[in-house]
């Protein structure tokens, strides 16, 4: 499914963007040693990625993960993957990438650290694109009040703001750049037009957003 490009070149600097066009897709190709595999990944609060994985994956020597699209600039990434068992805290990390996708390929879960980026010509530390959310306090109860509402109001947000008609559209996830809302048959972004960092005021500002289209 196409989406929008989520930035403007001319007034987005290269890591802002970056971690933008990263922040707006859920798939990407993993490739591990000599194999390279499609995953879906999911965002978790601390920066970090979440991901089902297969055994093979997690023992592969050399990691990296490319998100190549013709509608959005392309990040090839050095990554390195630990896996998880989905028990105690760390079931938190696996119920997200379920929220997002559903029913798992694999039986086992990594968490995704990125080393290193290279988007548009430039080599980015990782760090880059490992910043916590600090809208995750909040996340949740914005996600309950609008997937609890009128299922139109996310359609005609998502028809408004991408072009496309979604069904059964539910938020699954919010942080400061934008929503992502999975549909029937994918998961869609939602982009701000500016970072919403400020748990105090983003639930009013992110509510008012979705409701005036």
């Known amino acids: 499914m196409s989406r929008k490009d989520p930035s403007n070149s001319n007034i987005m600097n290269i890591p802002d963007e970056a971690l933008r066009t990263l922040r707006t897709w859920t798939k990407a190709d993993l490739r591990h040693d000599a194999l390279t595999t499609p995953i879906r990944y999911a965002p978790a609060p601390c920066g970090k990625l979440i991901a089902a994985v297969e055994s093979a994956m997690l023992e592969a020597v050399d990691c990296s993960m490319a998100i190549p699209d013709e509608h959005s600039p392309s ?42 980026a290279r988007f548009q010509g430039t080599i980015l530390d990782g760090g880059v694109l490992h910043q916590a959310n600090p809208l995750a306090a909040i996340e949740p109860r914005i996600c309950g009040q609008l997937n609890r509402g009128p299922e139109a109001v996310l359609v005609t947000a998502v028809k408004n703001h991408l072009g496309i008609v979604a069904e059964q559209p539910r938020l699954v996830g919010v942080d400061p750049l934008g929503l992502d809302v999975r549909t029937r048959f994918d998961i869609v972004r939602l982009s701000f037009p500016e970072p919403l960092t400020d748990p105090s005021s983003a639930e009013s500002t992110i509510l008012n957003w979705i409701g005036s289209g």
């Open 75 to 116: 990040i090839d990434m050095a990554v390195s993957l630990t896996g998880f068992e989905a028990i105690g805290g760390a079931e938190s990390n696996s119920d997200r990438w379920k929220i997002y996708h559903g029913v798992p390929p694999w039986p086992r879960w990594a968490l995704i650290d990125i080393d290193m």
